[in-house]
């Protein structure tokens, strides 16, 4: 689904001095667009590329991380449930992907929350998986458990993630058109 990879995307974020990684920075935007339908590209990049201006290296990653917003974008809003969250791939050490994934789940409570502004009433589907992105950021990999042991459990909660942000896009969608409360 992602012509952008993780590695990239992390490329296009130094290259343009960026001051998150590429893994908070997409929890970021996830997190943003469950909220808000009007939250767009111009407003991840002004968070993410302060600095963009004519520089060369900036504008290739302007272009990149443009990209990466009408991907996510496009996963979240259409029927075929295909949406990831973008994470370092399967040969990075567990320890590096792990630490991504807790990132990815600071940078998506932090896109939501700066996004709902003031809102209570959040159904309890949401407030539920919100709670757990909470506990996930904490993640860590587990020094007792057998190595394959902890990429199955990295696995089913890279698998949680995807369906809890989905299911939060989902549940929300009254709440992007205007009609009223979350």
């Not at 407030?127 to 506990?135: L, T």
């Given at each position: 689904?992602?012509?952008?990879?993780?590695?990239?995307?992390?490329?296009?974020?130094?290259?343009?001095s960026?001051?998150?990684?590429?893994?908070?920075?997409?929890?970021?935007?996830?997190?943003?667009?469950?909220?808000?339908?009007?939250?767009?590209?111009?407003?991840w990049?002004?968070?993410?590329?302060?600095?963009?201006?004519?520089?060369?290296?900036?504008?290739?990653?302007?272009?990149?991380?443009?990209?990466?917003?009408?991907?996510?974008?496009?996963?979240?809003?259409?029927?075929?449930?295909?949406?990831?969250?973008?994470?370092?791939?399967?040969?990075?050490?567990l320890?590096?992907?792990?630490?991504?994934?807790?990132?990815?789940?600071?940078?998506?409570?932090?896109?939501?929350?700066?996004?709902?502004?003031?809102?209570?009433?959040?159904?309890?589907?949401?407030r539920?998986?919100?709670?757990?992105?909470?506990?996930?950021?904490?993640?860590?990999?587990?020094?007792?458990?057998?190595?394959?042991?902890?990429?199955?459990?990295?696995?089913?909660?890279?698998?949680?993630?995807?369906?809890?942000?989905?299911?939060?896009?989902?549940?929300?969608?009254?709440?992007?058109?205007?009609?009223?409360?979350?």
């Amino acid at each position: 689904m992602w012509t952008v990879t993780f590695e990239e995307l992390e490329g296009a974020l130094a290259a343009g001095s960026a001051p998150v990684a590429a893994a908070e920075a997409h929890g970021t935007l996830c997190g943003a667009l469950t909220v808000d339908a009007s939250y767009d590209a111009e407003q991840w990049l002004a968070r993410l590329l302060p600095e963009c201006a004519a520089d060369p290296d900036a504008l290739r990653s302007r272009h990149l991380l443009e990209t990466a917003y009408s991907e996510t974008r496009q996963a979240l809003s259409g029927d075929e449930m295909s949406f990831t969250p973008l994470l370092p791939a399967d040969e990075v050490p567990l320890e590096q992907r792990v630490a991504a994934l807790a990132a990815w789940c600071g940078g998506f409570l932090y896109g939501f929350g700066s996004s709902l502004g003031p809102a209570a009433g959040l159904p309890e589907a949401v407030r539920e998986v919100i709670h757990d992105f909470g506990e996930i950021g904490r993640a860590s990999v587990g020094g007792d458990e057998p190595e394959e042991s902890n990429e199955e459990s990295y696995a089913e909660v890279v698998e949680y993630l995807r369906a809890g942000v989905q299911l939060v896009y989902d549940e929300l969608l009254a709440h992007r058109a205007g009609d009223g409360e979350p």
